[in-house]
């Protein structure tokens, strides 16, 4: 019996933790280029933004899925992920 209940409680605990990992996984914030363009995802990302380095914004895309088309140049990156604003600084050479 009490075997079993250790087992158990053994097993919960894990499945604690792959959820909880599936949870972080969610939350990845991936910046990638295709070409030219710049690719911005995230399941919990509200807003992006794209400034040029003299503060000019360029662009701003509303949802969890943003693309910008660039040409060379260094670029600033803003995206509202999660509550929180995350920056990147984007060079494209």
Same mark, same amino acid.
């Given at each position: 019996?009490?075997?079993?209940?250790? $087992?158990?409680?053994?097993?919960?605990?894990?499945? +604690?933790?792959?959820?909880?990992?599936? /949870?972080?996984?969610?939350?990845?914030? &991936?910046? @990638?280029? @295709? %070409?030219?363009? $710049?690719?911005?995802?995230?399941?919990?990302? %509200? %807003?992006?933004?794209?400034?040029?380095? !003299? +503060?000019?914004?360029? !662009?701003?895309? @509303? +949802?969890?899925? /943003?693309?910008? %088309? $660039?040409?060379? +140049? &260094?670029?600033?990156?803003?995206?509202?992920?999660?509550?929180?604003?995350?920056? @990147?600084?984007?060079?494209?050479?």
């Amino acid at each position: 019996m009490k075997v079993s209940l250790v $087992l158990l409680t053994v097993i919960c605990l894990m499945a +604690g933790v792959n959820i909880a990992d599936a /949870a972080k996984n969610e939350d990845k914030f &991936t910046v @990638r280029f @295709r %070409e030219n363009t $710049l690719v911005v995802a995230s399941t919990r990302m %509200e %807003e992006a933004r794209i400034y040029s380095m !003299q +503060g000019k914004l360029l !662009q701003k895309e @509303r +949802g969890n899925f /943003a693309e910008f %088309e $660039l040409d060379r +140049g &260094t670029y600033r990156l803003f995206a509202k992920v999660n509550g929180e604003t995350v920056s @990147r600084r984007i060079e494209l050479r």
